[in-house]
């Protein structure tokens, strides 16, 4: 199985800018297609749900337009992220505005996607799953999906606790198609250190935060980019399922990042509750202490550009003499 026709000639770069919760919105996942990276947002960040009809249609609208001006220029998909949960009272609404604007690509997560597949491959679209387990990518698998995530140890938000060296290979056992892998990835070398290791694409969340075009208030912006591995704190307690997130931001919420105790899956909201989740416990993940400074969406992607040519070529000089 090969990468969908969906991407061919349309990616600067092997990456799926992740699906950001309140912070992703149109004018960063426009910004992250003209970059060339498929750029996301979940259905969920259009409140109140009536907005997702002009986000959609602005998107949408946006990029025709680019691309008939400029048939020549690498302009990547965009896709919604819908969570695939008996929370989200909203799937129904947010499918009937995904068929009507015919979202080239969706990407699910939290249960298999089942129904949700069928109706984005009756009007053309793709389905993308994040999976933490092999038992939740065969789950994925058996639903239809059209490629698998692979959220592993060091993710930004909810993540899981494998290896990529792990993971990748013992999916690799059993499923040849597309994987976008996801997991403390922040520099263009290990954009490429994803595909040697098998997977298809880089899948990028926490990078995209420390941006200018990010719906994300400056604070949480600052404290990414002056924070390292150690200042990320695993836990779930804040959503009901195990999340990274900034041990400053759980600080300023009056909690011990070091004392945390854990929450029933039951307890699951997406941005409402006491703990205030995403709101002001903001998720990152371990690759924040790459980041140095708040930049232009532009900017990131063609910085991750110059260090994937680099480490391309010095991944040839490296290997010659065992060829």
């Known amino acids: 199985m090969g990468i969908p026709s969906l991407f061919k000639d349309r990616l600067s770069l092997p990456v799926i800018g992740a699906p950001l919760f309140i912070i992703s919105h149109p004018p960063l996942v426009l910004a992250q297609c003209m970059a060339g990276v498929v750029g996301s947002f979940p259905a969920l960040n259009a409140r109140p749900k009536e907005q997702l009809d002009e986000w959609l249609h602005e998107v949408t609208e946006t990029l025709a337009s680019v691309r008939a001006k400029e048939p020549a220029r690498r302009i990547a998909p965009f896709a919604v992220n819908q969570i695939v949960h008996a929370s989200n009272d909203r799937l129904d609404h947010d499918m009937v505005l995904c068929e009507k604007y015919k979202v080239p690509m969706l990407i699910t997560s939290l249960r298999a996607p089942g129904d949700v597949v069928k109706q984005a491959h009756a009007w053309g679209g793709i389905v993308f799953h994040d999976v933490i387990s092999i038992r939740h990518a065969e789950k994925a698998l058996e639903a239809g999906v059209d490629g698998l995530i692979l959220v592993c140890a060091g993710a930004g938000g909810h ?20 994987i976008a892998l996801s997991g403390a990835i922040a520099h263009g070398a290990s954009i490429l250190a994803a595909q040697a290791m098998g997977a298809d694409f880089a899948y990028i969340g926490t990078r995209f935060i420390a941006t200018k075009e990010a719906r994300a208030v ?66 990152a993940g371990q690759g924040v202490g790459q980041m140095d400074s708040v930049s232009t969406t532009e900017d990131v992607v063609a910085k991750l550009k110059r260090e994937y040519l680099e480490a391309v070529a010095n991944h040839r000089a490296a290997t010659q003499p065992y060829e």
């Open 159 to 178: 993540a899981g606790t494998l290896s990529p060296f792990a993971l990748v290979r013992e999916v690799r056992k059993f499923y040849d198609g597309p």
């Open 218 to 283: 400056d604070a949480y912006k600052d404290m990414i980019v002056n924070s390292s591995a150690q200042d990320i704190v695993y836990s779930s307690l804040f959503t009901g399922i195990h999340g990274n997130y900034l041990k400053g931001s759980v600080k300023s919420a009056g909690l011990d990042p070091d004392n945390l105790p854990s929450a029933d899956k039951t307890a699951m909201n997406f941005g409402g509750g006491a703990a205030k989740a995403w709101k002001d416990i903001w998720g």
